[in-house]
């Protein structure tokens, strides 16, 4: 990690960089994770959610402060702890299947020493099932560069969102796309599915939503015909085909389960 302490006792220290990481039994992944981002990190902090898989120590190997919280209650709920244990000028949200790239890097140093306040969406370059998914078009873009000061908390059961102080607050697009491992294997995105599908149908009941099939069947036919056809997901080959597939079934089932599942969900589903 570097160290960006001042040269000379009247000169103002550099802001300072957190790179903050959620982690639930990542322990294959977690070390490239971290040193992907340790160059430029003040301090890399990991909250855990109670991971049986080694997770802990290989993220302590590779130089991370590590916090368990193994009462799962969402994930706003575990962001908001893991900004508490923060303490840089800035902070970077990276999760655990994700890896900086040189460039990234560059640009977000530049972003940190500016001491500009606001806020930084990434896009992804997506990496499914070990293939690069070259041609498509991930459009995504998330808020994950934060002034400290500035970000109060998270509220949401999934896909969280940042409540700010002082908004409006300005947004930029950092340039260098984030590589995104999204999906690595079949048994884990079915995984992934149910968990995504349950808190999607969790949050849109909160919010009266409707659900069933018909409305399942809209949605996740949209979901594909945009991500397979307008996104070019139809250019990477297997591999394009399946992230695409995924990601509309996890569209299809969230309003099946808002329909049949309705009395029973909750947003504190698992990870």
């Known amino acids: 990690m570097q160290d960006d302490r001042a040269g000379g006792a009247d000169r103002p220290a550099a802001p300072t960089l957190s790179v903050a990481v959620l982690t639930h039994n990542e322990a294959h992944r977690i070390r490239a994770c971290l040193e992907s981002a340790a160059p430029i990190a003040h ?18 190997a590779a130089g991370a ?25 800035y902070v970077f949200f990276l999760d655990a ?16 020493r500016s001491g500009e306040r606001a806020v930084w969406k990434i896009r992804w370059r997506m990496v499914a099932f070990g293939r690069p998914l070259t041609w498509y078009r991930a459009q995504s873009q998330v808020e994950r560069l934060f002034r400290r000061d500035m970000l109060r908390e998270f509220t949401g059961v999934v896909h969280e969102e940042a409540q700010l102080r002082g908004e409006p ?15 690595e294997s079949v048994r884990a995105s079915l995984d992934k599915l149910t968990q995504y599908a349950m808190l999607g149908a969790a949050k849109r009941a909160a919010l009266g939503r409707r659900g069933g099939v018909l409305r399942g069947l809209a949605s996740g036919t949209s979901m594909f015909v945009r991500l397979y056809v307008l996104r070019l997901g139809f250019l990477c080959g297997g591999a394009g085909f399946l992230y695409c597939l995924f990601v509309a079934l996890e569209s299809f089932f969230r309003y099946a389960a808002l329909y049949y599942d309705r009395d029973e969900l909750s947003g504190r589903v698992g990870r």
């Open 43 to 60: 301090e890399l902090v990991v909250v855990d959610s109670g991971s049986t898989d080694g997770t802990v120590a290989a993220a302590e």
């Open 169 to 183: 607050v300005p947004r930029h697009l950092v340039r260098a796309p984030l590589l995104h491992h999204s999906r």
């Open 65 to 89: 402060r590590v916090f368990s919280y193994p009462d799962w209650q969402g994930f706003a709920v575990q962001r908001n702890r893991l900004l508490a244990h923060c303490s840089g000028d």
């Open 97 to 112: 299947d994700e890896q900086m790239t040189p460039a990234l890097r560059g640009e977000l140093q530049a972003i940190v």
